[in-house]
């Protein structure tokens, strides 16, 4: 059985390079004091250098374990984001199933993250069950709507059709069964 790091070498450095490496990984952003090529995307190893530079000792692995840690946090707050984001828009006038469908891929899509990863933080874990928290009331608003609107109909019509079929002169006992029966709505 293999020792679990307590802390990497990336977590003893001072909170400002750690910001700077998130945004080389990230961001995919040359920091502006780094000296050396700067062509595409930064790599592990110009993470490396830059700590060099910064007068910090990394390892290209230690980058590579951050560069993959933060990715899954990245995504898991790209989820989030996505999921708060529709549901800010969210009323009982524009619910969808859109929406609701949009949910439950982000669901699944952070699940997938999740089950991929079996060394998530709590920091981690915590921001999947907020994307997933975010999602599941999405879909629970979207359904509350629909059947709200299925309501709304059904009264209608049921209110429509007393109407029309009293000015016919038809029974009431008739009338209620004609609604009972072929609108499906029972007291």
């Known amino acids: 059985m293999s020792k679990r790091r307590a802390h990497s070498s990336i977590d003893r450095l001072p909170k400002d ?4 490496l998130r945004r080389m990984i990230i961001d995919n952003e040359y920091p502006y004091d780094f000296v050396g090529e700067q062509e595409g995307k930064p790599k592990y190893e110009d993470l490396v250098e830059y700590c060099r530079q910064a007068g910090h000792k990394v390892s290209r692995s230690a980058v590579g374990r951050y560069g993959r840690s933060i990715r899954v946090l ?3 707050k790209e989820a989030g984001i996505i999921a708060r984001e529709a549901m800010a828009g969210l009323d009982d006038e524009n619910a969808s199933q859109t929406q609701k469908a949009v949910a439950e891929m982000l669901t699944a899509i ?3 993250t999740a089950a991929d990863n079996d060394k998530l933080t709590p920091k981690q874990l915590r921001e999947l069950a907020c994307t997933v928290k975010d999602c599941t009331a999405i879909a629970i608003k979207s359904e509350q709507y629909v059947k709200s609107q299925i309501e709304k109909k ?4 049921a209110k429509s ?3 029309k079929l009293t000015k016919a002169g038809v029974d009431r006992k008739l009338i209620q069964e004609i ?4 609108l499906g709505i029972t007291k």
Not at 17 to 20: D, I, M, P, R
Not at 154 to 157: G, N, P, S, T, V
Not at 179 to 182: A, K, L, M, V
Request: charged share 30%.
């Open 161 to 163: 059709t007393k109407s």
């Open 74 to 76: 990245a995504r898991m």
């Open 154 to 157: 059904a009264a209608a019509a």
């Open 110 to 112: 952070v699940i997938e």
């Open 17 to 20: 390079l750690q910001e700077t």
């Open 179 to 182: 609604i009972d029966e072929h």
